[in-house]
């Protein structure tokens, strides 16, 4: 016996039956509900257990999740615009599914404004195969059903939204005699694992592009600060040598794999190897992402008053010391200075790099050294040199170093961490850290070949940590008061010449002590300030390691 589908004529494929919006916009909702939100089911499985009181909450959250989806996605009901919302609902959850799912990103209002701030190189490592497979099974597909769902008539306009408003009143209603009966639980959960209100997906990375949407407003101009603007500093002595700084921004190195900083593998052999090397180890950072802690880095303010949204127009360290006569230059290869560097000479380096340094994917990190000696060489006066490094930047932290510096093997040379054996990521990630020494003990040579024309120093501190696997999480960029402790310790460290150490009258067994003291990235620009000897109410002793230590 054969069965019969419905045919529209005769001869004609069997015509798929028409659906209501509220029915389309519920089936959206439990398939975001279901299938992006993965992370927050094994979060809740973790903290819940197997039992049916577990199962029951577990049920009750999707519940609510999927009422309120459809009640937001009523608000888009019209016939003309009601598909196209729940497209855009669906390619924007699945995206952001991918990023949660695969390596326990928390999608917020920073993490949004990395994702607008970041380069086409480092987009390009996160846009995988394994990222486009999974849109296609996660947004193309829905979509394309949804599109070819016929969508049925269902009246006028004020029937269509009568009927949709009951529908999502009665999820709505179900939904809080879910959370009504299971309260407390729900209560006690909410309050001791704050957490997974990041993990409701869309609703959270949606709030988030919103807030920051907001910030980028234009609003009046912002009134001037005048914290800074007091800076000056005295003549350099007759006959004294230019006192040069090189600054070595990191990137992304966290001190757990520091060598220095108490790791089991020597990844720092040639910082280990200096008697004279100041070490503030284990600093914390000001935050999880380059977009936070580079700014907060070089603000005067610190990070108890620094916000991504100023309040006022502030300067920062680079600014006081061009202002006092320091000349200052920036050698960028991470795409960009965060907007610091407005008052520095500033050269993108990547930009017609030669073949051996660089490619499609960027420059290592060699290319930061190739105009050194012309910048030290040409110094008259007191100078500033920031070299920013790509450093340890994931995910394909393999492409960050010279097959030179592959010193711990098998590494994993994907882009994608979570797929890699974790001794494989930790491989790959060590070897970043040893092919930084190496930087670092060229600057230092370079230094000091120059002794006898410039007093010199070396500052090395990266902007924020990483996570490799611990926890499920990998990368960085997690809400700071939430994130763990690899994402926010960084390595720290000073070297100063001995024709400076002479200069800035500093006792070495008192900085020495001063270095294990607890150190943050607030400590950098009265760390900068101290060194180039400028007067001002924004420099704070209380913060420069050095302070108490020069006669």
Not at 57 to 85: D, E
Request: proline residues 6%; contains cysteine.
């Amino acid at each position: 016996m054969r069965l019969a589908l419905p045919m529209s004529r005769a001869g004609a494929a069997p015509r798929l039956p028409a659906l209501p919006g509220y029915a389309l916009s519920t089936a959206a909702a439990l398939f975001i509900t279901r299938f992006d939100n993965d992370r927050l089911w094994r979060r809740l499985h973790a903290l819940l257990g197997d039992d049916a009181h577990a199962l029951l909450l577990r049920t009750s959250t999707a519940l609510v999740m999927v009422a309120v989806y459809v009640a937001l996605f009523s608000l888009c009901g019209g016939r003309r615009t009601l598909k196209p919302a729940l497209a855009i609902a669906l390619a924007f959850s699945a995206a952001t599914a991918y990023f949660i799912d695969r390596f326990g990103t928390v999608i917020d209002a920073g993490m949004i404004r990395n994702v607008f701030e970041t380069d086409t190189r480092e987009a390009g490592e996160l846009l995988t195969a394994d990222f486009a497979w999974y849109l296609c099974g996660r947004a193309l597909l829905p979509i394309t059903l949804l599109i070819a769902w016929p969508l049925a008539e269902g009246g006028g306009r004020v029937r269509r939204l009568l009927v949709a408003g009951a529908w999502s009143a009665l999820l709505l209603a179900s939904a809080v005699t879910a959370l009504l009966t299971q309260f407390k639980d729900f209560a006690i959960i909410g309050r001791e694992h704050r957490e997974l209100a990041h993990l409701f997906n869309p609703f959270f990375p949606a709030q988030s592009l919103l807030k920051y949407a907001g910030s980028q407003v234009p609003r009046a101009a912002l009134p001037v600060d005048p914290l800074g603007r007091d800076a000056t500093r005295p003549a350099p002595p007759a006959g004294a040598h230019p006192q040069v700084v090189v600054l070595v921004l990191g990137e992304t190195a966290r001190a757990a794999d520091f060598g220095i900083d108490g790791y089991v593998r020597d990844t720092t052999p040639h910082l280990a190897a200096l008697d004279d090397l100041l070490n503030f180890g284990r600093a914390t950072s000001c935050g999880t992402a380059t977009a936070q802690s580079v700014p907060c880095m070089f603000s005067l303010l610190g990070r108890a008053r620094w916000k991504p949204a100023p309040d006022a127009q502030y300067l920062n360290v680079l600014d006081v010391l061009a202002h006092t006569g320091v000349d200052a230059h920036w050698r960028d290869n991470d795409g960009g200075c965060k907007g610091v560097c407005g008052s520095a000479e500033t050269v993108d380096v990547t930009k017609h790099g030669p073949a051996d340094l660089c490619d499609a994917a960027g420059c290592h990190d060699d290319i930061l050294l190739a105009d050194l000696p012309a910048l030290l060489d040409a110094a008259r006066r007191d100078t500033l040199i920031v070299l920013h490094q790509i450093g340890s930047h994931g995910p394909a932290y393999a492409r960050r170093y010279p097959a030179a510096y592959r010193r711990y093997l098998p590494a994993c040379e994907s882009a994608q961490p979570q797929n890699c054996a974790h001794d494989e990521l930790v491989n790959a990630y060590d070897n970043t850290i040893v092919y930084t020494d190496h930087i670092l003990d060229a600057v230092l040579d370079a230094l000091r070949a120059r002794g006898e024309r410039l007093d010199a120093a070396m500052i090395y501190l990266s902007d924020h940590g990483e996570s490799l696997g611990e926890n499920g999480l990998y990368l960085h960029g997690f809400p700071y008061a939430l994130a763990p402790i690899e994402q926010k310790q960084v390595p720290f460290v000073a070297w100063l010449s001995p024709e400076l150490q002479k200069r800035q009258a500093l006792r070495m067994d008192c900085a020495r002590q001063q270095a294990r003291k607890p150190h943050s990235q607030d400590d950098l620009a009265p760390l900068l300030l101290g060194l180039f000897g400028v007067r001002s109410a924004a420099y704070r002793a209380d913060l420069d390691p050095l302070a108490a230590c020069r006669a």
